[in-house]
């Protein structure tokens, strides 16, 4: 296993895990974001419990490799379903630019992982 690899799990990781903790805590913009995608009110706690997951995944990645390369598959899948989310509800660029990031850092985590 990687130095890249175990770092990216790190920084992937307690990326999701402050974005869930900004949807368990009922964020207003998280609350206004939700609400303009067209998602029922508490869901945003459904996707901070995906988010949690994939960071266990990947904190525990870093001990068994497997289980960090699901979870950052895992991860890049959410951030490719939340951009386009972001796109059906014509937001600008701007909007999606957060999981866009986030999705590249968590593709990259999943190459560096397959190729080591």
């Known amino acids: 296993m990687s130095v890249i690899f ?3 799990s790190i920084l992937v990781g307690l990326v999701a895990l402050y974005s869930a903790s900004l ?6 913009q998280i609350m206004e974001l939700m609400q303009r995608l067209g998602y029922r009110p508490g ?9 949690v997951l994939g960071a266990v995944g990947l904190f525990l990645g870093i001990v068994v490799h ?3 390369v699901l979870a950052a598959l895992g991860l890049t899948i959410y951030m490719l379903l939340a951009i386009r989310a972001h796109f059906r509800a014509s937001d600008p660029v701007k909007e ?14 999943l190459i ?5």
Not at 23 to 28: E, K, V
Not at 43 to 51: D, H, M
Not at 112 to 116: E, K
Request: hydrophobic share 60%; aromatic share 12%; no cysteine.
């Open 6 to 8: 175990v770092i990216l």
């Open 23 to 28: 949807d368990f805590r009922g964020d207003p």
């Open 43 to 51: 869901f945003e706690r459904f996707l901070g419990v995906i988010k």
């Open 66 to 68: 497997f289980i960090g």
């Open 96 to 109: 999606a630019l957060p999981a866009f990031v986030l999705m590249i850092l968590s593709a990259t985590t």
């Open 112 to 116: 560096v992982g397959l190729l080591g």
